[in-house]
């Protein structure tokens, strides 16, 4: 019996796509039934033309939009030269990454990896082996304090101080060496640290659990006891750094510098996967030839890209815009209290927004905007969340609002 002719995918419909994924690709995603084909800016098109507002920007990983100009021109330029030559030589642009990332975050050394949850990975390492090497923690003793509600990725060691159990359940034996204290606590947080903390591992704004923001002061005072006490504060600033809250780092709105910054998204200008650890020369640099590496992490590609995110960082236009824009993306929301939003939480361009349930969870709120034009993603329960393009225009966020209030009208 002859097999049937396979459609070639250019000529499929966004439902035949859907359908084709199913017993094809592991179901560890839940995706809005929208197949994107092309971008630009702000908004995305998908395979039949229909386009649409992003507010979300790849969890923040496009906060320069999509294919931004000096980006792709960065990326086109270095792959007419050199894509990878792994660690084992040099390469002519990862000094220069390096150099500049360095400045602009206020530390002195980098890293290089790929993912976010590669650089969490390392910034533990870096942090284990710090405090044997330098605090004088027993050997196989040290902890790490991390926050309740907290994300940092998927890996293994991460969902084992994970208090979500949908990313734990299954997944045992979980790695050892970490104390879940509750987040924006700093008596708990104290009550926690002992003569074993390697580090306190936080994010300075909670995305995954709805973008939490702590209180005034609470990042001061983790920076104050984790000195006071010797051991490293470590902030997670893959969704929250680069722009995205008004500030080149989330850390900035307290004047905070942590000893270890670990970055990611972002970094890659959605273009590449980029991540890295920044931190003070005395904490990373207890790591030596062969006991920590990557085979793509610092490659040419990614380092030309990154260097060209650095670059449009360095002008601060994107943190302006992301504060200036922010005002109105604030403003808008809070309209709406009351009007079907119970509450919300929001920094810069970046925003939890907490839907009444009784008009319906935050994804069927995100099913509903999707048929007005506008692309958003649940977090938990009926909260959204909202994280547009850096780039996008005031009145696109003016229209995308209005999007939002229709949607809660009509219930």
Same mark, same amino acid.
């Given at each position: 019996?002859?097999?049937?002719?396979?459609?070639?995918?250019?000529?499929?419909?966004?439902?035949?796509?859907?359908?084709?994924?199913?017993?094809?690709?592991?179901?560890?995603?839940?995706?809005?039934?929208?197949?994107?084909?092309?971008?630009?800016?702000?908004?995305?098109?998908?395979?039949?033309?229909?386009?649409?507002?992003?507010?979300?920007?790849?969890?923040?990983?496009?906060? !320069?939009?999509?294919?931004?100009?000096?980006?792709?021109?960065?990326?086109?330029?270095?792959?007419?030269?050199?894509?990878?030559?792994?660690?084992?030589?040099?390469?002519?642009?990862?000094?220069?990454?390096?150099?500049?990332?360095?400045?602009?975050?206020?530390?002195?050394?980098?890293?290089?990896?790929?993912?976010?949850?590669?650089?969490?990975?390392? =910034?533990?390492?870096?942090?284990?082996?710090?405090?044997?090497?330098?605090?004088?923690?027993?050997?196989?003793?040290?902890?790490?304090?991390?926050?309740?509600?907290? !994300?940092?990725?998927?890996?293994?060691?991460?969902?084992?101080?994970?208090?979500?159990?949908?990313?734990?359940?299954?997944?045992?034996?979980?790695?050892?060496?970490?104390?879940?204290?509750?987040?924006?606590?700093?008596?708990?947080?104290?009550?926690?640290?002992?003569?074993?903390?390697?580090?306190?591992?936080?994010?300075? #704004?909670?995305?995954?659990?709805?973008?939490?923001?702590?209180?005034?002061?609470?990042?001061?005072?983790?920076?104050?006891?984790?000195?006071?006490? =010797?051991?490293?504060?470590?902030?997670?600033?893959?969704?929250?750094?680069?722009?995205?809250?008004?500030?080149?780092?989330?850390?900035?709105?307290?004047?905070?510098?942590?000893?270890?910054?670990?970055?990611?998204?972002?970094?890659?200008?959605?273009?590449?996967?980029?991540?890295?650890?920044?931190?003070?020369?005395?904490?990373? =640099?207890?790591?030596?030839?062969?006991?920590?590496?990557?085979?793509?992490?610092?490659?040419?590609?990614?380092?030309?890209?990154?260097?060209?995110?650095?670059?449009?960082?360095?002008?601060?236009?994107?943190?302006?815009?992301?504060?200036?824009?922010?005002? #109105?993306?604030?403003?808008?929301?809070?309209?709406?209290?009351?009007?079907?939003?119970?509450? !919300?939480?929001?920094?810069?361009?970046?925003?939890?927004?907490?839907?009444?349930?009784?008009?319906?969870?935050?994804?069927?709120?995100?099913?509903?905007?999707?048929?007005?034009?506008?692309?958003?993603?649940?977090?938990?329960?009926?909260?959204?969340?909202?994280?547009?393009?850096?780039?996008?225009?005031?009145?696109?966020?003016?229209?995308?609002?209005?999007?939002?209030?229709?949607?809660?009208?009509?219930?």
């Amino acid at each position: 019996m002859t097999a049937p002719a396979r459609v070639p995918v250019r000529t499929r419909t966004s439902a035949d796509l859907i359908r084709a994924e199913e017993p094809v690709l592991a179901h560890t995603y839940h995706p809005l039934p929208v197949v994107v084909a092309r971008a630009e800016g702000a908004w995305v098109e998908d395979v039949e033309g229909r386009r649409y507002l992003d507010l979300l920007a790849g969890y923040s990983a496009l906060n !320069f939009g999509h294919r931004h100009p000096a980006l792709i021109e960065a990326a086109h330029r270095q792959l007419d030269r050199l894509t990878l030559t792994s660690r084992a030589f040099h390469n002519d642009r990862l000094a220069e990454f390096a150099e500049r990332l360095a400045a602009l975050t206020g530390l002195d050394m980098v890293l290089p990896m790929n993912t976010g949850a590669e650089a969490v990975e390392s =910034g533990i390492k870096v942090a284990r082996k710090w405090a044997y090497e330098v605090k004088g923690v027993p050997a196989d003793r040290a902890t790490i304090v991390v926050a309740a509600g907290n !994300f940092h990725g998927r890996t293994t060691t991460i969902v084992s101080f994970s208090t979500d159990e949908t990313a734990r359940a299954g997944f045992g034996p979980f790695t050892p060496g970490f104390r879940v204290v509750p987040y924006n606590d700093l008596a708990a947080l104290e009550a926690a640290v002992d003569e074993t903390t390697a580090a306190v591992l936080i994010e300075p #704004i909670q995305g995954e659990a709805g973008v939490v923001i702590p209180d005034q002061g609470y990042l001061t005072g983790v920076r104050e006891l984790t000195r006071r006490e =010797g051991c490293l504060f470590i902030a997670d600033e893959i969704q929250s750094g680069l722009g995205r809250t008004g500030r080149t780092l989330a850390v900035e709105h307290e004047s905070v510098v942590p000893d270890v910054l670990l970055l990611g998204k972002a970094l890659g200008g959605g273009i590449v996967p980029v991540s890295a650890v920044v931190a003070h020369r005395e904490v990373l =640099g207890v790591l030596h030839p062969g006991e920590h590496g990557s085979t793509f992490g610092g490659n040419p590609l990614s380092a030309a890209v990154g260097t060209a995110v650095v670059g449009l960082l360095e002008t601060g236009e994107f943190q302006r815009r992301a504060a200036e824009l922010g005002v #109105i993306l604030r403003d808008g929301l809070a309209e709406l209290v009351g009007k079907g939003v119970l509450g !919300f939480r929001a920094r810069g361009l970046w925003a939890g927004v907490d839907i009444d349930p009784a008009l319906g969870t935050g994804r069927e709120v995100s099913h509903r905007l999707m048929r007005e034009g506008v692309l958003v993603k649940d977090t938990h329960g009926s909260t959204i969340r909202l994280a547009p393009p850096l780039t996008i225009t005031g009145e696109e966020l003016v229209t995308a609002l209005g999007a939002l209030e229709r949607v809660l009208e009509r219930g």
